[in-house]
C-alpha cells in the first residue's frame, strides 16, 4: 500500500525490481490458502472429523484477505493507470479501506488458529482474546509494523503449541506443521525487519510461500490416508 497521507496505512516495502513479485508471492500464498481449506473440509467430510475445521476457516479468513488486498491493489493501478488528477483522494480512500479489510481479515483469521492451537474454549476467554486482539488490529490499521507484530504474537502462540504437540507426538507430520508455522511466523518477523534491509522483505515474502507449501503438504498426506 502506498505510503501518503494519515488516511493512506504506513506500508513497508522492498526493493524496486521485487515490485510485481511481491504481488504474484501473495496471490500464490492465497491460491495455497485456499487450497489447504479445500483440504481441511475435505478431511472432515470424508473423514467426519471436525479436527481440522478451525485449521480450514482460520486459512478462509486468510484467503479472504488476500483477496481483498489484490482486489483493492488492482482496483488502486486502474485508477493510477487513467492518470486523472481527481482520483488521487478515490485511491487514497481505496488504499485505506481496502488495507482494513486486509487487516481485520488476516488478524481473524490468526485468532481462529490461536484459539484452535491453544485449545482455548471457555467462552469468556476466547471473547476476550478476540476484543483485545482486533481492538489492537483497529489500532494498527494505519501502521503495519503495528499490525506484523500482533501477527507475531499469534503466530508465537500458534508456534509453541505445535512445537509442544511434536515433542508429545514425535511423527513426522507433527513436526512438518511445525515447520510450516514456524516459517510463516519467520515471514512476519522478517518483514519487521525490511526497513533495515530489503533483503528482509524478500526474504519474508518467500518463507511465506514456503510455509504454506508445508503445511499444504502435510494436509495432503493426511486426506490421502
Known amino acids: 500500500m502506498p505510503v501518503g497521507s494519515e488516511m493512506v496505512p504506513i506500508a513497508i516495502s522492498g526493493p524496486v525490481w521485487f515490485i510485481g513479485i511481491d504481488a504474484v508471492l501473495e496471490a500464490v500464498s492465497g491460491v495455497i490458502a485456499l487450497l489447504i481449506v479445500l483440504a481441511c473440509f475435505r478431511y472432515a467430510k ?22 481483498a488486498q489484490l482486489t483493492t491493489s488492482f482496483a488502486i493501478w486502474q485508477r493510477v493507470k487513467e492518470g486523472v488528477l481527481q482520483n488521487i483522494v478515490e485511491i487514497t480512500e481505496l488504499a485505506y479501506v481496502g488495507h482494513a479489510a486486509y487487516v481485520l481479515l488476516t488478524i481473524s483469521g490468526l485468532i481462529v488458529l490461536a484459539l484452535w492451537a491453544l485449545r482455548i474454549k471457555e467462552h469468556l476467554h476466547v471473547a476476550l482474546v478476540v476484543a483485545l486482539a482486533l481492538f489492537l488490529a483497529i489500532i494498527g490499521i494505519t501502521s503495519q509494523p503495528v499490525v506484523l507484530l500482533l501477527s507475531v504474537t499469534l503466530l508465537a502462540f500458534v508456534c509453541l503449541r505445535f512445537y509442544m504437540n511434536a515433542c508429545e507426538q514425535n511423527t513426522a507430520g507433527a513436526w512438518e506443521v511445525l515447520v510450516g508455522f514456524m516459517l510463516i511466523l519467520g515471514s512476519q518477523l522478517a ?22 507449501l508445508v503445511l499444504l503438504g502435510v494436509l495432503a498426506q493426511v486426506v490421502r490416508k
Open 46 to 67: 470424508l473423514a467426519k472429523d471436525n479436527r481440522y475445521a478451525p485449521l480450514g476457516w482460520g486459512f478462509l479468513l486468510l484467503f479472504l484477505g488476500f483477496i
Open 191 to 212: 518483514l519487521l525487519l525490511a526497513p533495515i534491509s530489503n533483503q528482509w522483505y524478500v526474504g519474508g515474502y518467500v518463507a511465506h510461500v514456503i510455509g504454506y
